[in-house]
């Protein structure tokens, strides 16, 4: 989608209320973020990064960007978290009226990739991650879909095991989106086959059915992101313990890491469109 086009609805203040579709998200199935706790969250986002910015210029331009923003001025910064709800919540909206005027495209699949993260690259870019990722689903022949750059952090907190048996933290920019089913099908032996399975990613390449869930579409476009640790964790009926992940709040360095890569990324540079074409909608 061109930066023009959603920048002009959310000019209009379109994606900062509560006007439906929702959905619910995460675990224990929660409602979005209401444009309170957006509002809340860019409060305490601009505190954070003026407490830290320690004179650095470019932190406390954000921070002055973000604590602006309100109804009759909107910052459109990709890292306040007001204006990225509405973006969510604009693509939300979106892809579910696409999805259902076009149903010649038959059945969609959710598909989800991790490319390695490269040894010793501590940078977050979305402009290079953008660009691998579009190269990868051109090799493997997918050329429709929509898809946005997630991003964790992931660390590897297996205590049990000896340094060298854990992979190093690293941060990871990661692809998911929906494509057509028809697709994804043909696409994914190719893209197994290109992706390959690594000690810190195990399943680098998922694809399920979209059942119509509108959590799934969120979830590309999320603005809030986790610190993934892996750990080992014991289970009833299994004499060893397995490997499993939990969710952590990031930490300082690491929100401002982010802030700064979506400042560089722009408000769209998050989003993927493959051979599709959306317009404003009212």
């Known amino acids: 989608m061109a930066a023009g086009l959603l920048r002009a609805m959310l000019r209009r203040g379109q994606g900062y209320g509560i006007k439906g579709p929702t959905w619910r998200q995460g675990r224990n199935h929660r409602p979005p973020a209401r444009p309170r706790d957006a509002k809340a969250a860019a409060r305490k986002l601009t505190k954070r990064l003026r407490k830290h910015a320690a004179g650095d210029p470019e932190l406390l331009r954000i921070a002055a960007q973000l604590r602006r923003c309100d109804r009759r001025h909107r910052c459109l910064h990709p890292a306040c978290p007001q204006c990225g709800r509405a973006v969510q919540r604009l693509m939300v909206r979106i892809i579910a009226r696409f999805h259902k005027a076009h149903a010649e495209l038959g059945p969609w699949r959710v598909l989800s990739i991790i490319l390695p993260a490269r040894p010793g690259d501590a940078a977050i870019a979305f402009d290079r991650s953008w660009e691998g990722y579009a190269a990868l689903l051109q090799q493997a022949g997918l050329t429709r879909g929509v898809f946005g750059l997630d991003l964790s952090f992931n660390e590897d907190d297996r205590r049990a095991l000896d340094k060298a048996d854990r992979f190093e933290p690293h941060a990871c920019v990661h692809l998911y989106g929906l494509a057509p089913a028809v697709d994804v099908e043909a696409a994914a032996p190719k893209l197994k086959r290109l992706v390959p399975a690594t000690d810190a990613v195990r399943r680098p390449v998922r ?63 998050r989003i993927m469109l493959l051979g599709l074409s959306m317009k404003v909608i009212a």
Do not use: C, H, M
Request: no cysteine.
């Open 207 to 269: 694809s399920t059915p979209f059942d119509g869930d509108l959590a799934a579409v969120a979830y590309s476009f999320k603005s809030d992101f986790a610190r993934r640790q892996t750990i080992q964790q014991d289970k009833p009926g299994r004499a060893n313990p397995v490997r499993n992940t939990r969710d952590r709040p990031l930490t300082v360095e690491q929100q401002i890491r982010t802030v700064r890569a979506l400042d560089r990324a722009g408000l769209n540079g």
